[in-house]
């Protein structure tokens, strides 16, 4: 079984940048896709960016295009999330999850949806503010 556990996550001001790690303690990722996901209170779960094991392209959510970006290190079994740019809107818990690989462009193409998503780690915060 996959556990995931995230870090990373401080507070910033708005510009700053932050990676943030989803370090996998468990079995292998091979086979998994695994998405970034971030959620403040009161407001459903947003999926934010997803790498599978197999396909070159990234899923990012149009709010992060162009500003986070998403690697896996197989070796040390980690997915990262670069954000640069920081805004205050990205101020959230951010947490990961994996969905099987052979589900990667039903996910992607749902702007992934959480439900499909299991094995999900306990979170980061992230505050953005000045």
């Known amino acids: 079984q996959v556990q995931f556990m995230e870090s990373g996550g401080a507070s910033v001001h708005p510009g700053g940048s932050l990676r943030l790690s989803c370090t996998n303690s468990?079995?292998?990722?091979?086979?998994?896709?695994v998405g970034w996901f971030r959620q403040v209170p009161g407001k459903e779960r947003e999926g934010v960016s997803c790498?599978?094991?197999?396909?070159?392209?990234?899923y990012y959510a149009e709010s992060v295009k162009g500003r986070f970006a998403i690697s896996r290190d197989n070796a040390e079994n980690t997915v990262y999330l670069q954000m640069n740019s920081l805004k205050p809107e990205d101020t959230a818990v951010y947490s990961c999850?994996?969905?099987?690989?052979?589900?990667?462009?039903?996910?992607?193409?749902?702007?992934?949806?959480?439900?499909?998503?299991?094995?999900w780690g306990q979170g980061t915060q992230v505050t953005v503010s000045s």
């Open positions: 999850a994996t969905v099987p690989s052979y589900f990667y462009y039903k996910a992607v193409n749902r702007d992934m949806p959480p439900a499909l998503y299991d094995n």
């Open positions: 790498i599978s094991d197999s396909d070159p392209l990234p």
């Open positions: 468990g079995d292998s990722l091979d086979g998994y896709a």
